[in-house]
């Protein structure tokens, strides 16, 4: 099964998408971990999405599309996928759909998360990730035992810059 999941940032997406994946036993591609895997690896393109991204700005179609079509590559998505957050545009939903007709491939679901924006700037605001592990925490509604550290490897928690107040808002 092939799905789309559409939200803004701090909807929920990657909540509902663990129960949906484990469901039905596919991939899940999220931009924004796609994103920031190429800054962390100096990509050319994690380069290029980090200067956007760094300000809060959303990363150029181009980058976006190049990424998430060249993931959808892989062969674990042979047998379907769930996309978080792209395609965002008309653009990059014509670009996925030409890509998906080319292998003889279709959108099965498209399913869109609404939240209130007050929030979601909570939601976002409130998120930490282990500097180790990456293992999620939230401040309110899942504190680590030990605040600013894992639970898991007892490495630092810290706030990615596009979950600071100012970047949240701004996206």
Partial sequence: MNIILLGLPGAGKGTQAKVI?????????????????????KTELGLLANEYMSKGELVPDEVTIGIA???????????????DGFPRN??????????LASEAKKIDLAIYVEVDENILLGRATGRRICS?????????????????????????LIQREDDREETVRER
């Fill in 21 to 41: 994946i484990e469901n039905q036993r596919i991939p899940h591609i999220s931009t924004g971990d796609l994103f920031r895997k190429a800054v962390k690896d």
């Fill in 90 to 99: 008309i653009v990059q939903a014509q670009a996925l759909e030409k890509h």
């Fill in 69 to 83: 079509l060249q993931r959808l590559n892989n062969v674990d998505c042979l047998e379907g996928f769930l996309l």
């Fill in 132 to 156: 180790g592990c990456g293992q999620t925490f939230h401040l309110t509604s899942k504190p680590p035992k030990v605040i600013d550290r894992c639970d898991s490897c007892n490495e630092i």
